[in-house]
């Protein structure tokens, strides 16, 4: 079946480091990729997408591109801060039928002044 | 504001005995959701619902329960089937159900057994 893979954390990196999240999907088709960000005690809310291969979905700093080749969508930020610290998780949709996201375990960041 | 709306933040259970936990939506969204969320793990799916009156179980629906009366309104009540429900249940919503479409959360419910 369709799955996600994150790199395992936590993630320990002091501000204005560069960051990457590593993820990799298995698919049978071609999906919507995300990712969401958990700060401790709350919900999930939307960081970025992508809808198809070699989009890159940007907001905050932080980005991803949807690379088919590497069935990847590794997250980046090029400075971190003590705020970004969370967990992030990486999904995905197909889009095709109904919308039945698919998360992977999350990878909590750590940020330390 | 719009938004999704979870009540309570905390809710404790006793043996056998049935809770439920309130989901309200004023997006105007079709489609809702319920996940469960463990320590350490990814979420999985527990109902859903794409329309009023009609749901449908995800992967881990046994011992939990859900009714759809209204667009708005999603309830899920954790049965005293459901051997360990102690989570954070996290509800969704979308505006349709295709692939493409963005899932919103709300802030969540965490479930302890006394």
């Known amino acids: 079946g369709d799955s996600v893979t994150q790199m395992e954390g936590p993630v320990t990196l002091s501000e204005e480091a560069f960051l990457t999240i590593n993820c990799t999907y298995t698919?049978?088709?071609?999906?919507?990729l995300f990712w969401y960000v958990q700060y401790p005690g709350e919900g999930l809310q939307l960081l970025l997408k992508?809808?198809?291969?070699?989009d890159k979905g940007s907001n905050k700093g932080f980005e991803a591109t949807y690379r088919k080749e590497t069935t990847s969508f590794h997250l980046e930020k090029g400075s971190v801060q003590v705020s970004d610290s969370a967990v992030y998780f990486c999904?995905?949709?197909?889009?095709?039928?109904?919308?039945?996201?698919?998360f992977g375990t999350g990878t909590r960041l750590l940020v330390s002044p | 504001d719009g938004g999704i709306t979870q009540s309570p933040k905390y809710l404790f259970r006793k043996e056998g005995q049935n809770v439920t936990l309130s989901c309200e939506q004023n997006l105007n969204h079709d489609a809702m959701y319920w996940y469960r969320q463990d320590p350490g793990q990814g979420l999985r799916l527990i109902y859903y619902s794409q329309i009023v009156n009609d749901f449908q179980k995800g992967e881990i629906a046994e011992g939990y329960s859900v009714s759809r009366e209204k667009k708005e309104s999603f309830p899920l009540t954790v049965t005293s089937a459901q051997k360990n429900p102690t989570a954070f249940y996290l509800c969704a919503s979308s505006i349709g159900q295709r692939g493409q479409e963005t899932q919103y959360f709300g802030p969540g419910t965490r479930l302890l057994v006394l």
């Open positions: 992508a809808t198809k291969a070699d």
């Open positions: 999904a995905l949709s197909m889009n095709t039928g109904f919308q039945k996201l698919v």
């Open positions: 698919a049978t088709g071609y999906p919507s």
